[in-house]
């Protein structure tokens, strides 16, 4: 049975999966990733193969073999890594599944199928059985991302009665700005003691108030650190304080969002912030253009909370 003694909380960083610029996986770089997660972000939990991983876009094998490196260079260093195992095929999510559990992960998630897509909640609940089945032993938790999957499934709805059908289900991955729903799965669920860890990072103040218990997001790979003095915050009461760190981060992502945003610009962004080369997305995504790199480099200067040693001459005073 899932061990319930380690709730997942805090920040959890959505691993970038590094790529050569010959588009094959960097293994090489990931534990210089987890030494920089871990000392200069603060952030000791992982989310690999998710979105910002591009676990879609990668192969059964490589995704096995980029769960492996993260667990293992994570090792005594990272509180935990929980590895996205959901496919389009349950055969698939099981093999990931089975395979984290045998390579000692913390938790298992799974996004709901996007393709031939579960037509309701029992569907759904049905898909993620039979995945928790195969890793008895892990934490399994929802991946709700419906502006991905197209899966509208409410959170709520699905929360209820899930752990008597999916006994290792232990929370949720919320990615979506429905606060009626992230609320009320807070609300009708407080017995439970779920993990509910948000995702979409420019509103966390906003869900932390209605009861986040953590979040999941791809800025916390360089925003670590401000997103954690925000948490600090908020978990002292300093409510205008709180909301300054996510005022601070709200400029910098409008300003990148507006540019448009995604994957590839997370991977320029994580190597100007890091140092560590993040490389090229794979396809069909294009990498960042010079002109976005360019900018979002010069925002990055002149934002006063941003001392990163991968940004060469930063000027750190106030935008
Ligand atoms: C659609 C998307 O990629 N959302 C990101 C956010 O972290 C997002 O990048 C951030 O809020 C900026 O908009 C995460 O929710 C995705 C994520 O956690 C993942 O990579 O699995």
Not at 160 to 182: A, M
Not at 226 to 255: G, P
Not at 268 to 274: D, H, Q, Y
Not at 276 to 296: D, T, V
């Amino acid at each position: 049975m899932a061990s319930p003694k380690k709730k997942l909380q805090g920040l959890v960083a959505a691993t970038i999966t590094p790529m050569t610029e010959h588009g094959e996986i960097n293994f090489s770089v990931i534990g210089q990733y987890v030494d920089y997660l871990v000392e200069k972000q603060g952030v000791k939990n992982v989310f690999v193969n998710g979105t910002t991983g591009e676990g879609l876009s990668l192969s059964i094998s490589e995704r096995r073999q980029v769960a492996e490196e993260w667990v293992t260079k994570g090792r005594n260093k990272l509180d935990q890594v929980v590895i996205h195992v959901g496919a389009l095929s349950l055969k698939e999510s099981q093999e990931l599944a089975k395979h984290a559990a045998e390579i000692g992960a913390d938790g298992i998630a799974v996004i709901a199928p996007f393709f031939l897509k579960p037509r309701n909640k029992d569907d759904l609940t049905e898909f993620l059985k039979e995945v928790a089945a195969t890793a008895p032993g892990l934490p399994l938790y929802y991946y709700h991302i419906p502006s991905l999957t197209g899966v509208k499934i409410r959170a709520e709805e699905l929360l209820d009665g899930i752990q008597e059908k999916v006994p290792t289900f232990r929370g949720l991955k919320f990615s979506d700005t429905d606060l009626l729903d992230f609320g009320q799965c807070v609300d009708q669920h407080r017995q439970r003691h779920f993990a509910l860890l948000f995702g979409v990072d420019e509103q966390l103040l906003s869900a932390l108030v209605m009861g986040a218990t953590g979040a999941v997001g791809s800025t916390y790979n360089y925003l670590g650190e401000k997103t954690n003095q925000m948490l600090e915050a908020f978990e002292r009461k300093d409510l205008s304080s709180a909301l300054n760190h996510q005022f601070c981060i709200q400029r910098f992502i409008n300003f990148v969002v507006k540019l448009g945003f995604g994957v590839p610009q997370t991977k320029a962004v994580m190597t100007l912030v890091s140092g560590i080369p993040m490389g090229p997305p794979r396809l069909p995504l294009q990498r960042a253009s010079r002109e976005f790199i360019e900018k979002a480099e010069a925002k990055l200067k002149s934002l006063d909370f941003l001392c990163f040693p991968g940004l060469k001459n930063a000027n750190l005073e106030a935008s």
